[in-house]
């Protein structure tokens, strides 16, 4: 089993002929995923060759979900056109929608992921590599193989972390590993993804990556001490990064204690989950928590 993303899941790519689109529709189909679509207005009608695949192009979502069956759309258009793809892809009935793109603008991720939510539709993101259920199927922009399927549930906030973690991890495997994005508005948070570790049985563990920057980690600590029973590993970025300034994709300006990696960790700590010093570090204590069995 897996959250959100199966080898049952059937992917639509909003932008799949633009450069972007297209290298990451290669990769996803060369992982086992199964693509049954693009979708671009102007090249409605035609057929995209990949390898051994010819990918349709559908005029809208819609038009794709009625002749494919598609239920997860992987976004890729350029932030001026996000919402407008975000909002056709609900509309359709899509039950999950990856928002790859990043730099949109935050009032337009606000109406989105607003408009979505009351759909039904998760949103992944926005700015963010997506999700993975290795062997199943990968949607979005992380690499298929630096990991294999086992039994570790992973949500970061950061792509390249997920990155790390995954290799660092690579021969113990995940059941599904979720970059949930880093700006300051987004459709699916680390509380969602830890309720959902927690309701999947092939889940043993979970890994949890943060970031300086708001009280995501704070409240997701809150989540854990009070619902989760699965162990928990933890690492937090940004403990070298100076007070008062914005840093990456954070989101979020550190001001005070408020928003500071050791303010998160302590949170964590406190809520019973094993932080660690380094994604290496992290790595280790994952390894540990398992070979005890607990």
Request: net charge negative; proline share 5%; with cysteine.
């Amino acid at each position: 089993m897996a959250i959100h993303l199966t080898k049952e899941s059937r992917i639509l790519v909003q932008g799949m002929t633009g450069g972007e689109g297209m290298k990451h529709t290669r990769r996803m189909l060369a992982s086992g995923t199964n693509v049954v679509g693009g979708v671009n207005p102007r090249k409605a009608g035609r057929t995209v060759d990949f390898d051994d695949r010819e990918v349709p192009v559908f005029g809208s979502v819609h038009e794709g979900v009625d002749a494919t069956g598609a239920d997860v759309t992987v976004v890729f258009v350029p932030p001026a056109f996000a919402r407008t793809a975000v909002l056709e892809a609900a509309d359709a009935g899509i039950g999950l929608a990856v928002v790859i793109t990043e730099g949109i603008p935050v009032h337009d991720a606000v109406a989105f992921t607003t408009y979505a939510r009351a759909r039904g539709t998760r949103i992944i993101g926005p700015n963010c590599p997506g999700l993975i259920s290795p062997g199943q199927s990968n949607a979005g922009i992380i690499p298929a193989d630096i990991a294999k399927p086992g039994r570790i549930g992973l949500v970061s906030k950061s792509g390249t972390l997920t990155y790390q973690l995954m290799y660092e991890l690579r021969d113990t495997g995940f059941s599904t590993c979720v970059g949930i994005g880093g700006d300051p508005v987004v459709g699916t948070s680390h509380i969602d993804c830890l309720t959902a570790f927690e309701d999947d049985p092939d889940t043993d563990l979970i890994v949890l990556i943060g970031e300086i920057g708001g009280d995501a980690e704070e409240r997701a600590a809150d989540h854990i001490r009070d619902h989760v029973t699965k162990p928990v590993v933890g690492y937090i970025a940004g403990f070298t990064a100076p007070e008062g300034r914005t840093m990456g994709h954070a989101g979020a300006i550190v001001s005070g204690s408020t928003g500071t990696a050791r303010a998160k960790r302590e949170a964590l700590e406190a809520a019973g989950v094993t932080v660690g010093a380094t994604p290496t570090e992290t790595a280790r204590h994952v390894l540990a928590l398992l070979r005890s069995g607990a």
